[in-house]
């Protein structure tokens, strides 16, 4: 079979489905974006495979993601997380967790959704780019920055700008895959049409 041409960061089994089914796809289902910021958070300073190998048991944990669920949680349940060698036990990101899932209720409440708040930030609309290498891509922008400091003005926390920037390609608020990587031209046009290397 000829192999594609990827993202050369796609390059273990889980990178390369996520690469291939995920990264990059416009996502505007207040859950599975609450997971993205919960995930992308709880990266910081570690590698973005070492998160996809604890996905699903982050998942089981924290409930399916469920936003009013994790609001919820108590002391009890920060303890029995921090016990769990399935997740990243660190208390600073359990805590962060949580509280983003409060300030998501307030966002929630207040715009109708954290879809609604979050695509703001591109007019609703994916960016294209048209890397030519990763080489190219920056770790931040001028657009990250500034969802960075709103977010942090509503309360939530590990959002930093290079986190934001992540999570932004992560839900296809920007399509960042490079201009020779099959991805580029599907999620341009939804066609199938792979490009061999």
């Not at 709880?42 to 669920?69: N, P």
């Amino acid at each position: 079979m000829t192999d594609l041409c990827r993202c050369g960061w796609a390059k273990g089994a889980l990178d390369v489905v996520y690469h291939d089914t995920e990264w990059g796809v416009p996502v505007h289902d207040d859950r599975l974006l609450f997971e993205f910021l919960v995930l992308e958070g709880a990266q910081a300073g570690l590698s973005w495979s070492t998160v996809l190998k604890k996905r699903e048991h982050y998942r089981k944990v924290f409930d399916q993601f469920d936003i009013a669920r994790i609001a919820a949680y108590d002391a009890d349940k920060v303890e029995a997380l921090l016990a769990d060698p399935g997740i990243i036990r660190n208390r600073l990101k359990v805590h962060a967790a949580i509280g983003n899932a409060r300030a998501t209720l307030e966002v929630q409440a207040k715009y109708g959704s954290l879809d609604a708040f979050l695509w703001q930030f591109v007019q609703g609309e994916p960016q294209v780019n048209h890397r030519l290498s990763l080489a190219d891509v920056p770790a931040r922008t001028e657009i990250s920055d500034q969802m960075s400091k709103t977010l942090l003005k509503h309360g939530f926390k590990f959002v930093g700008s290079t986190i934001c920037y992540a999570f932004m390609q992560a839900v296809g608020m920007v399509n960042d895959h490079v201009v020779d990587c099959f991805r580029h031209a599907e999620l341009l046009s939804g066609s199938k049409s792979p490009l061999a290397c």
